[in-house]
């Protein structure tokens, strides 16, 4: 039920048809009249005007005590659905934040594992193609890819793509030669994701323009 629902549904006044009744079952009684009979002939007892007075200042008084309660559940009434509020949005918060946790809490234990993936993508590739130790350096590679992904984290490659901030991180700069300025010439480590936000830019190295600016801040020239 929604909070217009509930508040629109609140309502304790005495209808103004009931009042009447009352009004009018005084008035008979004064005169003398059974209810639902006809009064005799004469008109009120003696002492019936003053009666019917009190009783209507009676009436009157009710239902402006009844209006008075009335107020006071509906305040007490709107305390307790912007409490009931506060608590809804108190745990939507709470499951937010535990969902965080659960898919992010890992990131600083990932960021340190990074640095182990790049030594191995630096050994295999300064290994010589007989070295037989490679193949035990590939085993182990693997076995890393396998954990990180089985916890959320991709890899992605820079080599030949047009430098990006958003993903990129230039390290340093090289002439760029023939290749167009800006391109990532150079990758010193992959990018990371971790459910897909990013945790770790790739670490690049960007063809510098001829006047030897480099894209993002580079560092210098290698």
Do not use: C, W
Request: aromatic residues 4%; hydrophobic residues 40%.
């Amino acid at each position: 039920m929604s909070h217009d629902d509930v508040k629109g549904s609140f309502s304790a006044d005495i209808p103004q048809s009931l009042l009447d009744e009352a009004v009018e079952a005084v008035d008979k009684r004064a005169a003398g009249v059974p209810a639902g009979g006809e009064g005799p002939e004469g008109g009120a007892a003696a002492g019936g005007d003053a009666e019917r007075e009190r009783l209507r200042a009676e009436l009157e008084l009710s239902q402006a005590l009844g209006r008075e309660l009335t107020e006071k559940l509906r305040e007490e009434h709107e305390r307790l659905l912007r409490a009931a509020a506060d608590l809804e949005n108190y745990r939507k918060r709470a499951q937010r934040e535990r969902e965080e946790v659960q898919r992010f809490g890992a990131e600083r234990l990932l960021k340190d594992l990074f640095p182990v993936v790049d030594n191995l993508d630096r050994a295999l590739a300064a290994a010589p193609p007989d070295d037989p130790l490679s193949g035990g350096v590939k085993l182990v590679l693997k076995v890393m890819e396998e954990a990180l992904a089985r916890n959320g984290v991709k890899s992605f490659h820079a080599l030949g793509e047009p430098f990006d901030p958003r993903n990129h991180e230039a390290i340093l700069t090289v002439p760029a030669g023939e290749r167009a300025p800006g391109t990532v010439v150079v990758e010193h480590g992959r990018g990371f994701t971790l459910n897909d936000r990013l945790v770790r830019p790739a670490l690049v190295g960007v063809a510098a323009a001829p006047s030897g600016d480099a894209p993002g801040g580079g560092g210098g020239a290698a």
